[in-house]
């Protein structure tokens, strides 16, 4: 490496670090500005292609987010009327289902105690009450946290009023910003960073696009399923289970744990349980083998775990501005990996004397 090479790669270094401390810093007031630049990256599209049929790029950015928001707001009017009729139902009914799960553990508590001996018995109840007792903290703890770091009212507010701001600038001067930052690339490697560019552009694009048509076919089918059934509340479930569906496993894992949970107090028996494993089972067959692989694909190279990992790791570090961030960070990360092994695979690092070129 040259000194030239290294004075470059110490520059790029430093410009991350200071990136990210400054994202950590700055991340209370981040969360609108990083929404505002999500809108602004899908709707170029859409954008470019009215810029084409010779709309103003101004008005076309007006169109583009006013169309946005009324899709937004036509969802919401045809959702929330049903989920708040179930949440309200749910809200009421929630009494009564503590005391159903409460008259459930204690005759499972009679079971254990005819069944077991005295101490094995008095071992259980001491571990199930601890676990209950840490299942408490961890549910008062997260909804604290949510509070004051998620969906506080000033948070919330800056959301709804500066993120249609941020989207519209930023939508209006994209191309302009594009070619502002590309003027800045050391334009030794101009050819090479365009290139990589491109690929992750074209990874975080499919693998969101192709994500959210997933949450939107899995959010469906469990709520229409879980209804089907006689599975009350299961339109809650469903549209719970699509969301979180975006998080590889989670949405199936809390949509599964949540249905069997209230289908044990509704139902009690073997055949109410059974018929929510097997709509879960069908459903994630469904998603594994049909609509990831139709939707997703293989061609945006970002692994389940690789996901998994980059939001749980920005989400702890950043909070949801952190789970706003995972994606495209994972995407670029994903890409620059791959382009520097093959760049190793290919130097004498890896074969110096050339043999596996050769093979």
Same mark, same amino acid.
């Given at each position: ?11 790029? @270094? ?20 990083? $929404?505002?630049?999500?809108?602004? +990256? ?35 009017? @045809? ?8 949440? &309200? ?62 969906? $506080? ?36 490697? @101009? ?15 499919? +693998? ?12 469906? +089918? ?26 590889? +496993? ?12 209230? $289908? ?88 110096? &004397? ?6």
């Amino acid at each position: 490496m040259t000194a030239g090479q290294r004075q470059q790669a110490f520059f790029w @270094l430093g410009a991350l670090v200071v990136f990210f401390l400054l994202v950590h810093l700055l991340s209370p007031i981040l969360l609108p500005f990083a $929404a505002g630049s999500a809108i602004a +990256y899908f709707l170029d599209p859409a954008v470019s292609r009215l810029e084409r049929w010779h709309v103003p790029r101004a008005l076309a950015t007006v169109l583009a987010l006013l169309l946005f928001v009324v899709l937004l707001l036509a969802v919401f009017a @045809l959702l929330v009327p049903l989920v708040r009729l179930q949440a &309200a139902e749910l809200s009421s009914r929630v009494p009564g289902l503590v005391d159903a799960a409460r008259g459930r553990l204690a005759q499972l508590m009679q079971f254990a105690q005819r069944h077991l001996a005295p101490e094995d018995f008095a071992k259980a109840r001491d571990a199930l009450g601890n676990a209950v007792g840490d299942i408490a903290g961890w549910l008062a703890r997260f909804l604290q946290s949510v509070l004051t770091s998620g969906i $506080a009212l000033a948070n919330l507010l800056s959301l709804i009023f500066i993120t249609p701001i941020v989207a519209f600038f930023l939508l209006r001067d994209w191309e302009r910003i594009v070619r502002r930052v590309d003027s800045w690339l050391p334009r030794q490697h @101009l050819a090479t960073i365009r290139e990589q560019a491109k690929i992750v552009d074209a990874t975080l694009a499919g +693998y969101v696009h192709g994500q959210l048509l997933v949450c939107l076919g899995v959010g469906i +089918y469990y709520a229409a399923a879980l209804s089907l059934i006689g599975l009350e509340f299961g339109l809650i479930i469903g549209v719970l289970a699509g969301i979180l569906t975006f998080i590889p +496993y989670v949405g199936f894992a809390t949509g599964l744990v949540l249905a069997l949970s209230l $289908a044990l107090i509704q139902f009690g028996s073997f055949s109410g349980l059974l018929a929510v494993i097997v709509v879960f089972a069908i459903g994630q067959v469904l998603e594994s083998n049909i609509l990831a692989p139709k939707l997703v694909g293989q061609r945006v190279h970002l692994h389940p775990v690789w996901v998994i990992f980059a939001l749980l790791a920005f989400g702890s570090v950043f909070g949801f501005l952190g789970v706003l961030l995972a994606l495209p960070t994972a995407a670029v990360i994903g890409v620059l990996v791959r382009f520097m092994l093959a760049r190793y695979l290919a130097s004498s690092l890896y074969d110096p &004397a050339g043999r596996h070129s050769a093979d």
